[in-house]
């Protein structure tokens, strides 16, 4: 093994003098950078225990976050608050490129000598103090520094008993190194506005006495990044977004639990929904619940069914996505589902899949998996993963993958968590395109072929997990809200509830025989190794000549004894 050591670099005084020409000198933002590559240059050159390896590589991330949240329920004021703080992230690595002291993250842990207990906290500094700052990170390096010295050591004893592979990839990429300043961002919050709005909207629900709970949340989001790296990276960068949800609950009178909800997001304020839109869209929620109510609960069923747009994303990334990500490929804890099937058909052919978090909207409206560099300063990247059916790429972190040895900007993490590849917003393309009326001739014609009484459209869907693991069998489940049965005799849609979608995931993304014209939008987060990230999924209709539908878990409950206070009258008892 060859250790590589990088020259130190220089301070990062002359290159915020440069971004300093654009940037207003008052900038706190830029006083902190430079705490930031000064402390960090400073480890470069002297942290060193004797007899040991120093850092080939260092990052440093300072998150400043400030949230706003507003929630009513029953037409009043729940929560009204909000929330600023700042956190560091410092990733220190022994070795080399080649071979380094990194392991999953569930298997690190800081350095800690017998009888001691304490540990660095990432926690950064509101107060734009420079040298407050430079001491958090000095003292969270140095503790890095010890873990990974640990690792580094316990890694070269276990390679001893292990058999040589000599096609295992590097343990870090060499990436080209990113220097950019966002302009700031400006974080607009109507407070009286939208807590008068969440009190009406909530209030909406107080007249049905079927619907026992509801909630209405308004939340307002802005992250703050700064990073830089001892290759020379110094990033700046400002997200917002905003979150509009409106949910409730009801039961069924076999006592199946029901819920309904509408959620918008918007990186501005501006670009949420109008009062007038907010209340069409709670009354919906209403509608729909108490349609769900008096739907009956059907038996489990397999066989033909439509998913309209946004269930169908939602089965791309649970089947497909999650197993394009670049980090699964290497792990044995995992099930590689497409290891070794680069240039081999693994979709139908007319189907081909992109991931670009390069898309801040798409046909005017946002999505969610915008952003401009990856939580390890790489520049995010548009990645053809699947064309015409053959897999071509996968998701990369700087973690690299057997043949594909460079990061395409998928490296994605929340808060202080360490990065792994993972999707942003996952674009699904079909040539094999009806229309809607199509589409659904098509379904009763596959359903009369299987012998099937019906088939089924699965409108709308609250999301869905995957297991990739080795350990367990490779399956998905989706959990669809607004299912409706089709008969083969006269086409008539009825609405069903009670069914959770499962099955395996190259079965069923390959029993796709034809798909929609007009695709759909899915924007929301999703959650895995790495913690919750904002992703969008955007995805034409697709008709599957097989799905698998369970019964969804049968509640027993009894719904409240009393009508609710806010009820009409006439509904107390």
Not at 419 to 428: D, F, G, I, K, S
Request: glycine share 8%; aromatic share 8%.
């Amino acid at each position: 093994m060859r250790t590589l050591r990088l020259p130190a670099l220089p301070l990062l005084a002359s290159a915020a003098a440069f971004l300093l020409a654009a940037t207003p000198a008052a900038d706190p933002r830029l006083s902190l950078l430079d705490a930031m590559a000064a402390e960090m240059n400073r480890n470069q050159q002297q942290l060193k225990l004797q007899g040991h390896e120093p850092p080939y590589f260092m990052s440093y991330q300072l998150k400043d976050y400030d949230q706003q949240v507003i929630t009513a329920r029953y037409g009043a004021l729940f929560v009204n608050d909000g929330y600023r703080d700042r956190r560091i992230t410092v990733d220190v690595r022994v070795g080399s490129y080649e071979f380094d002291s990194s392991v999953p993250e569930e298997l690190d842990f800081a350095f800690t000598t017998k009888g001691t207990s304490y540990f660095a906290r990432p926690e950064a500094p509101i107060d734009d103090s420079p040298m407050a700052l430079r001491t958090a990170l000095w003292l969270l390096t140095d503790e890095r520094y010890k873990s990974a010295l640990f690792q580094f050591l316990k890694k070269k004893g276990e390679d001893v008993y292990a058999v040589e592979d000599p096609k295992r990839p590097p343990s870090f990429s060499r990436e080209k190194p990113n220097t950019h300043v966002q302009a700031p961002v400006a974080f607009p919050f109507d407070r009286e506005r939208w807590t008068r709005v969440a009190r009406e909207i909530s209030g909406r629900f107080n007249g049905r006495p079927e619907i026992f709970d509801s909630d209405v949340r308004i939340t307002a989001d802005k992250v703050v990044r700064l990073f830089v790296s001892t290759e020379g990276s110094r990033l700046v960068t400002e997200e917002t977004l905003y979150g509009l949800h409106v949910s409730a609950m009801a039961r069924a009178e076999d006592g199946q639990l029901l819920d309904n909800s509408r959620t918008f997001y918007s990186p501005a304020e501006a670009g949420l929904p109008s009062e007038a839109d907010l209340a069409k869209a709670a009354d919906v929620v209403i509608s729909e619940l108490l349609a769900l109510r008096q739907a009956p609960a059907i038996d489990p069923y397999t066989g033909p069914a439509i998913l309209a747009p946004e269930a169908s994303g939602v089965l791309f990334h649970e089947t497909v996505g999650h197993r394009l990500e670049g980090n699964r490929q290497g792990d044995d804890r995992e099930g590689k589902t497409f290891r070794g099937q680069e240039g081999k058909p693994v979709l139908p052919v007319f189907l081909s899949i992109h991931d670009d978090p390069t898309l801040r909207t798409l046909g005017g409206d946002p999505l969610n998996g915008y952003y401009l560099f990856d939580e390890e300063g790489v520049k995010g990247q548009r990645v053809t993963l699947v064309e015409k059916g053959v897999l071509k790429n996968y998701l990369l972190s700087r973690q690299p993958v057997e043949g594909f040895l460079q990061s395409n900007g998928h490296g994605r993490s929340q808060g202080t968590r360490r990065p792994v590849a993972r999707m942003a917003n996952l674009l699904v393309e079909s040539t094999k395109q009806v229309s809607d009326e199509e589409l659904k001739r098509m379904l009763i014609a596959e359903a009369k072929r299987q012998g099937k009484p019906y088939g089924l459209i699965i409108r709308d869907i609250t999301g869905g997990n995957t297991n990739t693991s080795s350990y367990g069998y490779q399956a998905f489940k989706g959990v669809p809200r607004m299912v409706y049965r089709v008969d083969v005799r006269d086409g008539k849609e009825s609405l069903v509830r009670g069914v959770e979608i499962v099955g395996t995931p190259l079965s069923s993304v390959n029993r796709i025989l034809a798909s929609g014209k007009k695709a759909g939008l899915f924007n929301g987060f999703c959650g895995a190794e790495s913690g919750m990230v904002p992703v969008s999924t955007v995805a034409p209709a697709v008709l599957l000549q097989e799905i698998e539908l369970q019964r969804s878990v049968e509640g027993k409950d009894r719904p409240p004894i009393l009508s609710s206070p806010s009820a009409p009258a006439e509904t107390q008892k």
